[in-house]
Nanobody, 126 residues
Framework: QAQLVESGGGLVQTGGSLRLSCAAS????????MGWFRQAPGKEREFVAG????????EYIDSVKGRFTISRDNAKNTVYLQMNSLKPEDTAVYYC???????????????????WGQGTQVTVSS
């Protein structure tokens, strides 16, 4: 059973940093595009960052560019989201997801992703 498990969320003050991890098990996701999405209270889930299966492409939403960095360690079957200079508007549940067709591209629609984690809460206090 393929599974994605996020960790690393928590409560941090404005300007602080967190590193989210997404550990995959049950199969290897090394050739999959991996994405991070988030859902704030009362809002729809949105794409935050993604990395293609070949590590050649990354995508970020404008509001996190220069602050967030997505990376992956294929040996550990793990994807990371380093989040710096956090703002209260970054508060959300963060989900990682895997796209089986994302070898060379990063797709932004959640409908394209095949596997999802359960989410980890990130709260940024002002």
């Amino acid at each position: 059973q393929a599974q994605l498990v996020e960790s690393g969320g928590g409560l941090v003050q404005t300007g602080g940093s967190l590193r989210l991890s997404c550990a995959a098990s049950g199969r290897t996701f090394n050739n999959y595009a991996m994405g991070w999405f988030r859902q704030a209270p009362g809002k729809e889930r949105e794409f935050v960052a993604g990395i293609s299966g070949n590590d050649g492409n990354t995508e970020y939403i404008d509001s996190v560019k220069g602050r967030f960095t997505i990376s992956r360690d294929n040996a550990k079957n793990t994807v990371y989201l380093q989040m710096n200079s956090l703002k209260p508007e970054d508060t959300a549940v963060y989900y990682c997801a895997a796209d089986a067709s994302g070898w060379a591209i990063v797709r932004l629609s959640e409908a394209e992703y095949d596997y999802w984690g359960q989410g980890t809460q990130v709260t940024v206090s002002s």
